[in-house]
Each structure stands twice: as structure tokens, then as C-alpha cells.
């Protein structure tokens, strides 16, 4: 059985690394990833720049000044801040030209409101989603309207400047009973990226699992693959060659990253080793454990899948039963990083369908007792050895079944029958 075995998972190892669309998605990725680094990284420049050149329209020329004066002082500054105070309609019509023609990203309209403390405040601008300069432009209305106050009650411009300066907050982390240094913004970048690559390589090699049986089924290949190995062969060897596959993708996708983590270029934009992108060789590790077991559980539950239906349009429609389980981990995501320690995490790590990402979120977050990792392997490849047993008999019978959709009751038929 283990040479049959081997001889298949080769076969469809070989057969995958050689195409076309391995080399093209091998080279891609990473390419595609760099470049969205990229376009992301001028994005965050331009967002974190926020509105360059605006005006501020306003009945009170003091306020107006000092909500200048707020928007000046803060760690961005626009380059350039106009001050029309007060308007006339034709200033409010030059400056509506001015937006539309991208000389200005917008102005700010500051009015005294009768009868209240704050102002009326309206930003406008040439974009309807401009929720950016609108922050913006929120803080500092408010911080102008602070500032007014405190001069109107004696203080000088320096005891302002100083009273409004922003607290840089540093983040730290208990760690082995210590209090050590944890860029907490990296970090959370470094488990989202390695969490959605799990997630990506699960669900994509399970597909393609489930289309592989079926695209074989339909062919009729397999009335002759049996005629010299078994269908757990057939099938144990579909998993290794397929997972084989998965592994040397990821494989070389994690060897181009610790090459660029460790280049010049990579120095030049202050990363220094894989650290420096918040992930840990820890948390390499762990994901290691995890993408191995998740992608078997989910790769057996594919093949019984795929092997009880007679056409992909089929398996599109089974595929929501495979990804619901990775899909609910990914929306917990937030919950499960700010509360890693919580009843529900700690239960749901403990689940099998969901330990590959949220045991492995919590491990990112803030690493769990010994005893839980331990157990979360001891039941996530527990639970693989099930799902390849159960998948086997399904696939047995499963696999010859033609031109009749199976139902639930029937696959537990199949489980008799084998």
C-alpha cells in the first residue's frame, strides 16, 4: 500500500510542480504581493499627508485663525492654508471652481452658531468618501476651538502649543514575566499577512483537491487507476502529492521573503530580518504546524466531497460547506486578536475546523498556556487521521457512483458498504 501510495502522491506532485500555471502563480504572487506593498506604502504616504492645500471660510476671523493655527501645528501640516474671513458669495463661488479644477482638495466653513458653544462646521470637498479630510478638518475645528479658549483666558501661544502637543504612545508587551518592547502596528501586519496566507492556501489547494476527483471521475480514469491500487491509495495519494505541492509553493514564497528580509534593499526601507516585519520564528513555526494541519483536514474533507458529486458546477456549491469554517475564522479576527484569552477564543482554538487561524491568532496576539497548544495539535491532527479515514470510505464508494447526486443519509451508507 505505501509504495502504491508514494507512486500516486509522485504522480500528481510531478504532475503539478510541471504545469504551466504552477510556475506562473510561483512567480506571480510574490510579484503581485511586492506590488501592492508598494502601491500600499504611496497610499498610506498620500493618506497619511491628508489635504495639502485648503481654505478655511469663516464670520469670525479670530476662530478662523486659530483653527489655522491648529492645523499648522499638527504633525502633518498642509502646505498651504487660506484665510477668507468673512466671505462674500463670489469668494465661496471661486473657491467651489478651485476644488472642481484640483487647484484646492477643499475648504473648511467655520460659522458662530447663535445660542451654542461649538460652531457650524462643514467640509467640502471634490470627493463624496473624503472621510480622511474630514478627520481632519473635525480635529482641528476642534483643537481651534481649544485654543481660542485658552488664549481668551490669559495663556500665551507657547503655553498653548505645548498644553495641545500629541503624547507619543509606546506599546510594550509582558512576555516570560518581563516587560519587553512590541511594536504592536507590525505585528498585527505580520499575523494578518501569515493568517491570510493560511486561509488563501487552504482554501485553494482544498479546491482544487475536490476538482481534481472530479475532473478524474468524469473522465472514467479511475476505473483504470483500480485496476492496479486501491481507492484509499488512490486517495491518500491525491492528499500527499497535492499537499506536497502546497508546501513547496509556500516553500519558496517563505524562502524569497527571508531573502529580501535579509537583503540591502530590504535594509534601505528599515526592515532588518524577518522581526522587523513583526513575525517571530515562533510564529513561523506554528504556522508551519498549523498550515500542515489545517490543509489536511480541510484537503480530506474536499476529496469526500469531490468524490460525491458528478460535476465541478457541484463542487462550487459543496465548497461552501469547506470554507464557512475558515470564512467565520477570518470575521473573528478582531474579536479574537483584542481578546486572545476570552471563554470563546480559548473554545474555539480548541475546535478543530477552527484552530489552524484562531490558535494561531491567539498565538500572534499573546501566547497561550503550553497545554492548549498541545492539545489544539493533539486534536487538529486527531481530527486529520479521522477526516482521511472517513474521507477513504467515502471515496470508495463515492468515486464509481455516476449520474445520482448523494445525499447525506446515502454517504452513511457508503460508510457501511466499505
Not at 506571480?28 to 506593498?37: S, Y
Not at 497610499?43 to 489635504?51: H, I, L, Q, R, Y
Not at 477668507?84 to 471661486?94: H, M
Amino acid at each position: 500500500m505505501l509504495r502504491n501510495t508514494l507512486l500516486i502522491a509522485k504522480r500528481e506532485y510531478l504532475e503539478r510542480v510541471r504545469s504551466k500555471m504552477f510556475r506562473f502563480t510561483t512567480i506571480l504572487v510574490p510579484i503581485g504581493a511586492a506590488g501592492l506593498a508598494v502601491i500600499g506604502g504611496i497610499g498610506g504616504k498620500k493618506m497619511e499627508a491628508g489635504v495639502q492645500n485648503l481654505a478655511i471660510v469663516s464670520d469670525n476671523p479670530v476662530l478662523a485663525q486659530d483653527v489655522k493655527a491648529a492645523l499648522e501645528k499638527a504633525e502633518i501640516p498642509p502646505k498651504t492654508v487660506e484665510v477668507i474671513a468673512p466671505a462674500a458669495p463670489a469668494d465661496i463661488s471661486q473657491l467651489n471652481q478651485r476644488v472642481a479644477a484640483h487647484q484646492i482638495g477643499g475648504y473648511l466653513v467655520v460659522n458662530e452658531a447663535p445660542g451654542q458653544v461649538t460652531p457650524d462646521a462643514a467640509w467640502i470637498s471634490g470627493s463624496a468618501t473624503d472621510f480622511i479630510g474630514k478627520a481632519e478638518m473635525e480635529t482641528a475645528v476642534s483643537n481651534g476651538l481649544v485654543r481660542e479658549q485658552l488664549l481668551a483666558r490669559g495663556m500665551t501661544d507657547s503655553q498653548v502649543q505645548a498644553l495641545m502637543k500629541d503624547v507619543k504612545l509606546k506599546t510594550r508587551q509582558v512576555k516570560h514575566g518581563a516587560v519587553v518592547d512590541e511594536d504592536t502596528s507590525r505585528s498585527f501586519a505580520g499575523a494578518y499577512a501569515l493568517i491570510f496566507v493560511l486561509y488563501g492556501a487552504v482554501l485553494i489547494y482544498g479546491i482544487n483537491i475536490a476538482r481534481s476527483v472530479v475532473e478524474e471521475k468524469t473522465s472514467r480514469i479511475f476505473e483504470v487507476l483500480l485496476s492496479s491500487a486501491t481507492a484509499d491509495e488512490l486517495m491518500l495519494g491525491k492528499l500527499l502529492g497535492v499537499g506536497a505541492t502546497g508546501l513547496t509553493q509556500m516553500g519558496i514564497w517563505a524562502a524569497l521573503l527571508v531573502l529580501y528580509a535579509g537583503s540591502s534593499i530590504a535594509a534601505a526601507q528599515g526592515v532588518h530580518g524577518l522581526t522587523s516585519l513583526g513575525v517571530t520564528r515562533a510564529e513561523l513555526i506554528f504556522f508551519a504546524v498549523f498550515f500542515i494541519g489545517g490543509f489536511y483536514l480541510y484537503s480530506g474533507l474536499a476529496a469526500a466531497l469531490g468524490s460525491s458529486v458528478n460535476g465541478e458546477q457541484e463542487v462550487q456549491q459543496f465548497s461552501l460547506i469547506l470554507i464557512s469554517p475558515l470564512v467565520a475564522s477570518v470575521v473573528l479576527f478582531p474579536y479574537v486578536l483584542g481578546n486572545p484569552a476570552s471563554t470563546a477564543s480559548v473554545i474555539l482554538s480548541l475546535l478543530p475546523p477552527f484552530t489552524p487561524i484562531i490558535m494561531y491568532m491567539r498565538i500572534c496576539a499573546q501566547m497561550p498556556p503550553a497545554w492548549q497548544i498541545a492539545l489544539s495539535v493533539v486534536l487538529l491532527f486527531a481530527s486529520v487521521l479521522a477526516m482521511v479515514w472517513l474521507a477513504a470510505r467515502i471515496y470508495r464508494v463515492g468515486v464509481l457512483m455516476y449520474g445520482k447526486r448523494a445525499t447525506l443519509p446515502e454517504m452513511i451508507r457508503w460508510l457501511r458498504y466499505s
